[in-house]
Nanobody
Framework: QVQLVESGGGLVQPGGSLRLSCAAS????????IGWVRQAPGKEREGVSC????????NYADSVEGRFTISRDYAKNTVYLQMNSLKPEDTAVYYCNAKRYGSGPYWGQGTQVTVSS
């Protein structure tokens, strides 16, 4: 069964950090492009970051550039999103996804991140 399971969300104060994890099962992430998107209440889903499978090159939304880092651990078949210097506007449900030609995209169930004092 193909599955992506996110974890690591929670409540954090402005300026704080969180690391989100996205564990894959039923398939190997190594051959997939991976990404994180988020959706805040009343807003459209926004792409946050992505990593290509071929060369592991990355892209970030302007709003998170320099603060967020996407990475993957092949041995653990897991994707991460390290989020530093969090702002209230980062509050959203964060979703990971994985896709490759002819397969996917697969989506996780989402994890809530709330940045508030």
């Amino acid at each position: 069964q193909v599955q992506l399971v996110e974890s690591g969300g929670g409540l954090v104060q402005p300026g704080g950090s969180l690391r989100l994890s996205c564990a894959a099962s039923g398939f190997t992430l190594e051959d997939y492009a991976i990404g994180w998107v988020r959706q805040a209440p009343g807003k459209e889903r926004e792409g946050v970051s992505c990593m290509r499978s071929r060369d592991s090159s990355t892209n970030y939304a302007d709003s998170v550039e320099g603060r967020f880092t996407i990475s993957r651990d092949y041995a653990k078949n897991t994707v991460y999103l390290q989020m530093n210097s969090l702002k209230p506007e980062d509050t959203a449900v964060y979703y990971c996804n994985a896709k490759r030609y002819g397969s996917g995209p697969y989506w996780g169930q989402g994890t809530q991140v709330t940045v508030s004092s």
